[in-house]
Structure formats: structure tokens, C-alpha cells
């Protein structure tokens, strides 16, 4: 995704959200730098969240049997950043299948504005946002949702998907920032 998109730069706070087995976590590592191995370049930080345990990953910083919903989990990730704004949420999260569309679709969909309520609270301005959705009737109103706070957002497959999956990515960019009352 990233090699279309360019989502990942040196020097960025990531957040890796259901990050296990851990392929996301590896690459963006590498394209942000959170290992510091080119000191030409600014040294990001990456944080991987997931349910299940992870096997450590060079210059990652993982959450491993953490419930991304859990207000303790995200406790935890901003006693992590210590004060640091996130500039890319990635997010491969998704319920276990029941095989059922629709419920499928309204699991992923909760799991969805979990991650977007997260990213909105706790990111730069300017920050990016891809969230795993599967499609279903809920797509137009999250797409709506993510309108409100970044100024493009659309649905993108990844190259690897089958055409037939109802597998699709929500690319967010140009987080706007929280109006302070």
C-alpha cells in the first residue's frame, strides 16, 4: 500500500493497529526509520497493537494480547508516545469472521470508529489514517464520518486483494485538526 500511496516518511509517530503477524509493522519500521540504522534521516517511532502476542520486530515498540477498544490499552499507547502527536494510523484490525455479510460488516465497522475516535484524539495535524473495512451498507457514513476531520479520504484495495473480497482499505489524509472551544 505504502508504494502507491506514500503514506510513510522518516521521522513519523505510527501507531500499527492489529498489527500481528507483524508485515505492516516491518516495513513501516523501515520506511520511518524507528530503528535509527540511517542517522542522515529523522529516527520515527512505531507502536504495534494487538490482540494476540507478537514476536518482538526490530524498532518496534509492541502491544501484544491488548484490546485496541480497551480504554487501558489506549492508556497505555499514549503513556508510550509521551506527548507525541500520531502522523499515520494504520489499521489491519478485524473481528474473527462469523461468515455472515452483514454482521461481518458491523463488527469491522465498530472496530472502524474505534480506530477513527483514537486517530482523531491523538493526532498531528496533516496526519494519515488507513482503516480495514469490508464492504456494506455502513460504507458511505464512515467515508462521511472521516470527511468531517480530513480533508480526502477514499476506498482502496490492496493490490494482493482477490477482486471478489469484500476486503477495502479507507485512506484518510490531511487530518484538520480539533476545533478548541
Same mark, same amino acid.
Given at each position: 500500500?505504502?508504494?502507491?500511496?506514500?503514506?510513510?516518511?522518516?521521522?513519523?509517530?505510527?501507531?500499527?493497529?492489529?498489527?500481528?503477524?507483524?508485515?505492516?509493522?516491518?516495513?513501516?519500521?523501515?520506511?520511518?526509520?524507528?530503528?535509527?540504522?540511517?542517522?542522515?534521516?529523522? +529516527?520515527? @517511532?512505531?507502536?504495534?497493537? $494487538?490482540?494476540? &502476542?507478537?514476536?518482538? /520486530?526490530?524498532?518496534?515498540? =509492541?502491544?501484544?494480547? #491488548?484490546?485496541?477498544?480497551?480504554?487501558?490499552?489506549?492508556?497505555?499507547?499514549?503513556?508510550?508516545?509521551?506527548?507525541?502527536?500520531?502522523?499515520?494510523?494504520?489499521?489491519?484490525?478485524?473481528?474473527?469472521?462469523?461468515?455472515?455479510?452483514?454482521?461481518?460488516?458491523?463488527?469491522?465497522?465498530?472496530?472502524?470508529?474505534?480506530?477513527?475516535?483514537?486517530?482523531?484524539?491523538?493526532?498531528?495535524?496533516?496526519? +494519515?489514517? @488507513?482503516?480495514?473495512?469490508? $464492504?456494506?451498507? &455502513?460504507?458511505?457514513? /464512515?467515508?462521511?464520518?472521516? =470527511?468531517?476531520?480530513? #480533508?480526502?479520504?477514499?476506498?482502496?484495495?490492496?493490490?494482493?486483494?482477490?477482486?471478489?473480497?469484500?476486503?477495502?482499505?479507507?485512506?484518510?489524509?490531511?487530518?484538520?485538526?480539533?476545533?478548541?472551544?
Amino acid at each position: 500500500m505504502d508504494d502507491r500511496f506514500s503514506i510513510l516518511k522518516p521521522g513519523q509517530c505510527v501507531i500499527d493497529i492489529g498489527a500481528a503477524p507483524g508485515s505492516w509493522s516491518q516495513v513501516a519500521a523501515s520506511k520511518i526509520n524507528s530503528t535509527s540504522t540511517n542517522s542522515e534521516i529523522p +529516527t520515527g @517511532l512505531l507502536i504495534g497493537i $494487538d490482540l494476540q &502476542q507478537m514476536y518482538p /520486530i526490530k524498532g518496534v515498540t =509492541l502491544l501484544g494480547n #491488548s484490546d485496541f477498544t480497551s480504554p487501558k490499552t489506549w492508556q497505555k499507547i499514549k503513556e508510550l508516545l509521551n506527548g507525541r502527536p500520531i502522523d499515520v494510523v494504520l489499521s489491519d484490525m478485524a473481528p474473527n469472521a462469523s461468515g455472515v455479510k452483514h454482521l461481518d460488516h458491523d463488527l469491522i465497522i465498530k472496530l472502524a470508529y474505534s480506530v477513527i475516535k483514537f486517530a482523531v484524539l491523538n493526532s498531528n495535524v496533516g496526519a +494519515t489514517c @488507513l482503516i480495514k473495512i469490508l $464492504d456494506g451498507n &455502513q460504507n458511505s457514513e /464512515i467515508e462521511n464520518t472521516l =470527511l468531517k476531520f480530513y #480533508s480526502n479520504v477514499k476506498f482502496v484495495k490492496p493490490e494482493a486483494s482477490r477482486s471478489d473480497s469484500a476486503e477495502k482499505y479507507l485512506l484518510a489524509r490531511g487530518f484538520k485538526g480539533l476545533k478548541q472551544s
